[in-house]
Structures are given as structure tokens and as C-alpha cells.
């Protein structure tokens, strides 16, 4: 039984992706392309995530999120987005898709507010969330 807070980094490769973990959640940051990350939470016997916290709407940070969100025994409860969201990329159209999906098959709640006012909004047991930057007015 896990007793405190744990955090696991992901070496995806071109990036990274980080999955926190209590024993009230689960917050994965960035979803990166392969299976790297859902295998992780298959091995590690998540079915249930808290917070998506994506970074920023480039491929490494975001393609991975599509099969995330369709997958059948993980249940996504928030997706957060940076308000980077002047993306017009194949991926960028296909993740919108995705969520809209998430959306209205499991009830998953999409924000595209990453920025310092939800810090304290995305906490999960001992696991404290502080967004520095982007500001609300970008």
C-alpha cells in the first residue's frame, strides 16, 4: 500500500511525461506518443486518472493523450490545456475530436485554462499543484 505521494518520469524519448500518484489520484503531465505511458499505468494498475495537465499542443506532449482517452479501463476525470491552443495540426484536430469523445462517453471535463489560476484547482491527496506560468491573461 502506498503511504505517501509518488512521482514517475517518464523518458518518452524527445521529451518526458510524469505521472503523480496518492492514494486520492492520479495526475499524468504531457502524453506523449507511444505506449510508454499506458503501459505504465496498466503495470502499475491505474484505471482511473485525476488531471491531464498538457504543457503545450506540440506532438510530443499531446499525441499520446488520444489513445488515453479512448482507452477502455482508464477513466480520465479532467483534461487541462494550455492556452496554447492556435494549433492547427492533424494531431491538434484529432485531439480535439478525442476529447469531444471523452466528453460525451465518460462525462470527462476539458479545460483549456492551464495557467496560474488553477493553482490550489488540481491538487489530489498530499500532491500540490502550482502552475507559475502562463498568466490568465495570455
Not at 107 to 126: A, H, I, P, R, Y
Request: glycine letters at 6%; hydrophobic letters at 45%.
Amino acid at each position: 500500500m502506498m503511504k505517501l505521494p509518488e512521482l514517475i518520469v517518464l523518458d518518452v524519448g524527445h521529451g518526458n511525461c510524469a505521472v503523480l500518484r496518492d492514494t486520492n489520484g492520479v495526475i499524468v503531465i504531457d502524453c506523449p506518443h507511444g505506449a510508454t505511458l499506458i503501459e505504465t499505468l496498466e503495470h502499475l494498475l491505474i484505471q482511473e486518472i485525476s488531471h491531464i495537465l498538457i504543457s503545450h499542443a506540440d506532438a510530443d506532449h499531446i499525441a499520446g493523450i488520444i489513445n488515453l482517452l479512448s482507452h477502455e479501463n482508464i477513466k480520465v476525470h479532467n483534461v487541462h490545456l494550455n492556452p496554447d491552443l492556435l494549433r492547427k495540426t492533424e494531431i491538434w484536430k484529432d485531439l480535439l475530436i478525442a476529447l469531444k469523445d471523452a466528453r460525451k462517453r465518460f462525462g470527462t471535463v476539458v479545460s483549456s485554462e492551464l495557467t496560474k489560476k488553477k493553482t490550489g484547482q488540481l491538487n489530489v491527496g498530499q500532491v500540490v499543484v502550482e502552475i507559475l506560468f502562463p498568466t490568465p491573461e495570455l
